[in-house]
């Protein structure tokens, strides 16, 4: 029988729901070295956490982090509160000898990231950003593909991540639209993730050039939270976020770059995408059709050459042997499934694990940097914010 890993995870919201359904499932589909048990779960308010936990299965509920993190029973640590607690919670976690996974982006800034950073080296510990899309198998085989040279040297990586979710005015002023809480809008909520994704797939940034733009400064205060929206009172208090970055880079191998994010594309719920140029062909990608990698090959005949559709669901494809049969395809939670197994695989085989908090300095780094640029209006090195 496998041991087991007690986990703690620290915040109850549309996170916690898919951290919960993976350390619920995971050991259901992936043979495990080591099995997480759900022990406690940590948030408020307590009638809220109380339910929450009842409905995912964790052992115990309580509303103080501090004597969660302290318990000799738990090994690991899962941070999905607000970013503004991010660095407080993984530090106390870390500094209690425990493994941490923290959601992106990492923390508020680069500051805050360095601490987390530095108290992870520290303690020797596991440490793990959430960046869950690098364990979509389509992503995953992008990986490979470039790394094993089908497309050559890259020339252009062009990424968006467009939602429309707040584009009525009416629609209240949540957490993710306060500066306090959030640090920042849809940079540092999407832009995070396509920064991971180029830094992943093509290599590090050198410099940015940027724009940020908020296009309604005042809405309805939140008299009640709902998921990823809430209920709006009669009152009404300022957005200090952006609701929409875009920005050019140039990568430290030489390809250029261009990144949008923004929650204003109509139409657009949750599209992920990138693709990815280079002299010998090309990669396209969209978390709309997350199972589809398209490719293109240069150094095919031009009688019979054009875009082709890998369907990443074979079981030779990354992570797709404890899935489904051929055909069959995976959702969204899967890739947070597939990060905890990576997880509890290095934690239980004392292995290496990424990406870690230095990838979530990293990506911060260059987030930070983009709203420099904004603000100064110039391109900013990245080496400026180290």
């Known amino acids: 029988m496998a041991r087991r890993i007690g ?68 090994e690991l640590i899962d941070v999905n509160t607000p970013n503004n607690l991010h660095a407080e919670v993984s530090i106390a976690a870390l500094e209690a000898g425990k493994h941490v996974i923290c959601e992106k982006p990492l923390a508020m800034n680069v500051k805050e990231c360095k601490a987390m950073v530095a108290a992870a080296k520290k303690s020797g510990k596991k440490n793990m950003v959430s960046f869950n899309y690098r364990r979509v198998p389509a992503v995953s085989l992008a990986k490979k593909m470039i790394e094993d040279g089908k497309i050559g040297k890259v020339y252009h990586v062009r990424s ?27 940079h540092g909520d999407l832009n ?60 430290k191998n030489g390809a250029i770059g261009t990144f949008e994010a923004t929650r204003f594309a109509g139409g657009r719920r949750n599209q992920n995408q990138f693709e990815i140029n280079g002299d010998k062909g090309t990669l396209v990608w969209q978390l709309e059709r997350m199972n589809e990698l398209q490719y293109f090959s240069r150094e095919e005949c031009s009688e019979t050459q054009g875009f082709r559709t890998i369907i990443v669901t074979q079981p030779e494809h990354p992570y797709m042997h404890a899935w489904w049969p051929p055909g069959h395809i995976v959702g969204y939670e899967h890739s947070f499934i597939n990060e905890i197994y990576d997880l509890i695989q290095a934690i239980a085989n004392d292995k290496p694990i990424t990406p870690t908090f230095e990838d979530g300095l990293r990506c911060q780094e260059v987030l930070d940097a983009v709203l420099k640029s904004a603000g100064e209006r110039r391109w900013v090195k990245i080496s400026e914010m180290k």
Not at 15 to 42: I, Q
Not at 209 to 234: D, N
């Open 7 to 74: 986990v703690g995870m620290i915040g109850a919201g549309f996170m916690g729901k898919t951290h919960s359904n993976s350390y619920y499932k995971v050991a259901r589909f992936f043979k495990v070295d080591a099995e997480p048990e759900m022990r406690v779960l940590c948030a408020l308010p307590e009638a809220a956490v109380k339910a929450f936990a009842q409905q995912w299965c964790w052992k115990e509920w309580s509303t103080n982090y501090r004597e969660v993190v302290k318990r000799d029973d738990l």
């Open 192 to 251: 995070a993730h396509i920064i991971d994704l180029a830094r992943y797939l093509v290599g590090d940034f050198e410099e940015v050039v940027g724009h940020a733009e908020t296009f309604i400064h005042e809405r309805p205060l939140m008299e009640e939270s709902i998921g990823l929206t809430g209920k709006a009172g009669k009152k009404t208090g300022k957005v200090d976020v952006d609701d929409a970055v875009v920005f050019i880079a140039k990568m």
């Open 160 to 186: 968006s991540y467009l939602q429309d979710w707040i584009m009525d005015p009416k629609f209240p002023r949540v957490w993710r639209l306060v500066k306090a809480i959030t640090g920042s809008g849809a």
